[in-house]
């Protein structure tokens, strides 16, 4: 089993920065994407920033220039660094990793992995 342990939300005025992290743990397994997704009251869950092993990032475009997703392979963690925050980036934020499991049987793929969610808020 992996865990996912996210950690940086908080409440912040319009303009204001955060930076969240999110730190995978457990058992062996190898990164392959990792990712953050925000979530609304009332709204679905959507991907705002995503990053491959090999360092490939991609953003929806509402964040595009405000936001950098990066991570520390070492420390099987990653980061988003939010600036110039919008009221409209207020959500919960959840971190995603698409990884592979060591089994019995060889290693196998695993997506639906998921931290437990921070709360960013962003006050006009």
């Known amino acids: 089993q992996v865990h996912l342990v996210e950690s940086g939300g908080g409440l912040v005025q319009a303009g204001g920065s955060l930076r969240l992290s999110c730190a995978a743990s457990?058992?062996?397994?190898?990164?392959?994407?990792m990712g953050w997704y925000r979530q609304a009251p009332g709204k679905q869950r959507d991907l705002v920033a995503s990053?491959?092993?090999?360092?490939?990032?991609n953003y929806v475009d509402s964040v595009k220039g405000r936001f950098t997703i990066s991570r520390d392979s070492a420390k099987n963690t990653v980061y988003l660094q939010m600036n110039s925050l919008k009221p409209e980036d207020t959500a919960v934020y959840y971190c995603?990793?698409?990884?592979?499991?060591?089994?019995?049987?060889?290693?196998?793929?695993?997506?639906?992995?998921w931290g437990q969610g921070t709360q960013v808020t962003v006050s006009s």
């Open positions: 995603n990793a698409d990884l592979y499991r060591s089994t019995a049987t060889g290693w196998v793929r695993s997506t639906d992995n």
């Open positions: 457990g058992s062996i397994f190898r990164p392959n994407a």
């Open positions: 990053i491959t092993s090999g360092g490939v990032t």
